[in-house]
Each structure stands twice: as C-alpha cells, then as structure tokens.
C-alpha cells in the first residue's frame, strides 16, 4: 500500500503537486490519470524518494522511503527516462542492481525470463528498440519481487503488441495481490487496464474513484441535433424545458430527452434537421473534460477572475430530467454566444465537487 498525504511539490513560482492525498491500495491496478504537465511523474519521483517535497509525505507499506531497509523488495518502479547503462547488457544492467541491492543472481534470469529478453540478454542494452529498453526497465523494477509496483506512462511508444503485453502483465501482478500504481495520460489505455482511477489535473486531486463509478459517472447519453435553423431550435428547446449545449453553429447537444421526442418537437416548430441521433460521451471525452477544466481553471485564473460560476447562469435553459448527475446539471451557459469547446456545466460542479472530495 501507498500512503500520499498532503504531498506538495514547488519548483519555483511553479506549484507542480498540490496537496496531493489518496492511498494506493493493493490488489487491483490503480491507474494515475492527468494530462501532460499534470505532475504525474513529479509525484512517482517523490514516492521514490528522488525528489523531495516541498510538504507532505509518502509512506510505502507504512514508513518512509528512505526507512526501508531493501528499498527494491518493496516497491520496482519504471520511470519515464530509462536509468539504464547503454554500454552494458541486458544481463548486467539488472546483474549490477541485483548485487547492489542483495538480490540473488538467478532472480536476474527469471526476470530476464518473464519480460521475454533472455534470447538478448548479452546485447548492450544502448541497441535496444523502445519496447525491449520498457521490457528491460520492467524487468529491474521486479527484480526485488516486490509487493509495490509502480510504472510511469509504460505504454508510451509501444507498438500494439507491446501494449497488449504490459496491460496483461500488470493486471496479473495485480492479481498476485500486489500494488500496481500506473500512469498515463490516455484515458482509452486507462479503461482498459485500471480498475481503480486517480485523477490530477495542475497538480490537485480531480478524482479517486473506481473505474466502474467513473465510468456510470461518465457515460452520459445525449441526443446530437444540427439544423440549419438553430434561433428556432434554441427557441424550441427551452420552451421544452430542455438543456441543451451548443456545440457548433447550428449543432446542439440535448440531454434528458430521447431523439423521437426530438424529432417530433422538431415537427412541430416546423424545424428542418440534418442531423438527430443518439450519443454517449466516451471515457476520453470525460477525462478531456475534468482535466480541461482544471487546467482552465488555472489558465484563466487572472485578477478579478476565479472558477467559473457554480450557481445557474442567468439566461440558460434549465436542466432536463433523467441525465446523470441531473441533481446538479446546469444547462448551458452560452446559448447565444460563439461555440466553445468545454460547456458542460455539470462537468463543471463534478470536478469542483471532486476536486472538494480530495482535497
Ligand atoms: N525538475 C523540474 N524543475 C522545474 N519544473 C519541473 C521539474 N519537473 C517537473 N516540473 C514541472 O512540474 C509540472 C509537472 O510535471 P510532471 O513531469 O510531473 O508532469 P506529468 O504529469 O508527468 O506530465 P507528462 O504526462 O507530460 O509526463 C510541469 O509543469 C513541469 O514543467
Ligand atoms: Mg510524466
């Protein structure tokens, strides 16, 4: 298990992790989400003890990094830059960690073993493809077979199969009951993998939830409406009590009601549609959502601006029935303005909820 509290990170005048606090538990994969720049690997660095906080702590299985006795029978990691010595092989790069760190020299061949490199184990690793230097960089970090496992983007420029081979791989550590803490910045790799989520966005806790909460959350159903008449269909929706998103000129979202129910109010305005059909907003789109508005959150934060409006915006139409999280759902706040890329407003109340959740 792994126990981050309160962990902050300042390089300068940048906050890079901000009073970051959850708890890695074992068992399951635990997928570390954030856009680039989030602090990800600024927060994996300071687990490890290769960077110091500003404030806050880690403790890995209860103590302190540096309290471990043999660091690498508790936690193996692979970190984005490869530690590896170029001029030396496969077989020595993990040879040398494993006398350094009091590892048995067979546990080398069985590492060597399990990430598929026995067949190059005497080539200088400096030769080695992409995927072989990440099987190399898995295999150091097993070689203590230890019960913490922690890997920094470990698909990042693999090929499908190697993909395909590392989600298999840290789901069956996961089953062995050991921690697996993994990051990315893809949300689509995430689903696939992770079973339990922890979101950052500028450094802050967005989320910490299981993937299938995340997912029920998440999967919210809309209907896709575009018409060339879109002051009549605005007219229509509102006078229908419907909210609806306008997501380019002329291209409305509409939640809480099904597409027949629009097709015929559609009829009945005498509105022509080029478009209605039914849409659920993907996982990506969710994590682009939560993260966009933190980083929005920050970017936009100048004087005399905070967060955007929790409450209603005056003019917006009111929130339909039915849709997830309908408790909370605002309609769109810019009707009448220029299409934007973000206009959820509930999207909005989730993250700052979340964001409160985690704080
Ligand atoms: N050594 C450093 N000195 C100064 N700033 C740093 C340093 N390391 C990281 N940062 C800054 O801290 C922030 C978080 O960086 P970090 O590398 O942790 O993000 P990340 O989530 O791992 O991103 P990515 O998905 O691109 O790997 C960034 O703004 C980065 O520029
Ligand atoms: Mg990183």
Sequence with gaps: MIEVEGLTKRYG????????????????????????????????????????????????????????????????????????????????????????????????????????????????????????????GIASALLGDPEILMFDEPVNGLDPEGIHWIRTLMKALAAEGRTVFVSSHLMSEMALTADHLIVIGQGRLLANTSMADFIQQNSRSFARVRTPQPEQLRDALRGAGLAATETDNGTFEVEGSETEALGELAATHRITLHELSAQRASLEEAFMQMTAEAVEYHAHAGPGEGAPPAGPVPGQVPAGQGAPGAGQAQGPARGQQPPAPQTWGQDWNQGQDQRSKGA
């Design 13 to 136: 005048r940048k906050l890079a992790v901000d009073h970051l606090s959850f708890q890695v538990r074992p068992g399951v994969v635990t997928g570390f989400l954030g856009p680039n720049g989030a602090g990800k690997s600024t927060t994996m660095r300071m687990m490890l003890d290769l960077d110091n906080p500003t404030s806050g702590s880690v403790r890995i299985d209860g103590r302190m990094y540096h309290e471990l006795a043999d660091p690498l029978k508790h936690i193996g990691a692979l970190l984005e830059a490869k530690a590896m010595h170029g001029g030396r092989t496969a077989y020595n790069n993990l040879l040398c960690l494993a006398q350094s760190n009091r590892i048995p020299r067979q546990r080398v061949d069985q590492v060597l073993d399990m990430v598929g490199l026995t067949a190059v184990a005497k080539r200088k690793s400096k030769g080695f493809s992409l995927g072989m230097g990440q099987r190399l």
